[in-house]
């Protein structure tokens, strides 16, 4: 019974041996991360981490006061350019590829839009204005609109810049345009629109015409044939539908 107590005992302390072992390897590996090490570790990681959004988050806010600044700056200039266009006296404007509107000064809006506002005219194309225009002051009265488009085509088709006399009716007179129109391209050197400039000479035209006919009645040698060619020569400017003419 000693013998078989001694043995047990023996087993006893073997096991306890085995485990005391396993915790001190345990513990090894635990103390080789060092706690307390690791914990000032953490710390500093942590602090790193906050310097990094704190350094991320004054940069958003300083590109948010940038980009408001550049849009301030942009207004500015819009604005600028809006109010040097609008009290220019020749009509400007500019279309997108497609013929709509994107820009148009005072004038235009006024001598060729019967007074509409830009958000009437933004969009929209020759075409789609002029059924507006006549159903204002009906068909006869507004026959403006249909060359226009069709010299716009001449632009893209040949991205060259052309000088055109357009004329049709405007609110049942005849109004004559020279027209200076070019091609509009983006950063891509991509073409994306037209702009144009009008210039009503309809006085001057008419003027010139008149002329052309008092000098035929005073003149014996100023004949017929003298004055159709200088008529020619003159109506030669026109823009006719499906005509590509230019006198520039």
């Known amino acids: 019974m000693v013998i078989k107590d001694s043995r047990t005992g023996l087993q006893n302390r073997t096991i306890m041996q085995k485990i005391i072992g396993i915790l001190k390897y345990i513990w090894k590996q635990v103390n080789v991360f060092d706690i307390p090490q690791l914990a000032r570790d953490i710390s500093c990681d942590v602090k790193h981490i906050r310097k990094c959004y704190d350094d991320s988050q004054k ?7 940038e980009l408001a600044k550049e849009r301030e700056d942009r207004i500015r200039e819009q604005n600028l ?3 040097v266009m609008d009290h220019i006296e020749d009509m400007l404007w500019s279309k997108d590829i497609d013929g709509r509107y994107i820009v148009a000064n005072k004038a235009f809006r006024n001598k ?7 958000n009437e005219i933004q ?3 020759d075409i789609e204005l002029a059924k507006i225009f006549k159903e204002k002051v009906g068909n006869e009265n507004h026959t403006f609109g249909e060359v226009c488009y069709n010299s716009d085509e001449v632009i893209i088709r040949t991205e060259a810049s052309r000088e055109f006399l357009e004329y049709g009716m405007i609110n049942g007179k005849m109004m ?10 983006n950063y891509t050197g991509k073409m994306f629109g037209t702009c144009g400039t009008g210039r009503d000479i309809t006085d001057w035209h008419d003027s010139l015409e008149e002329a052309i006919t008092k000098i035929q009645s005073w003149c014996s040698c100023f004949g017929q044939e003298e004055t159709e060619m200088l008529l020619k020569e003159l109506n030669k400017l026109k823009f006719e539908e499906g005509d590509h003419v230019s006198i520039g």
Do not use: H, M, Q, T
């Open 123 to 125: 969009g929209r194309n």
């Open 176 to 185: 004559k345009l020279v027209v200076n129109k070019s091609p509009v391209y």
């Open 112 to 118: 060729f839009c019967y007074g509409l506002s830009w």
């Open 81 to 83: 350019f809006v109010s």
């Open 59 to 65: 940069a958003i806010e300083d590109y948010k006061i």
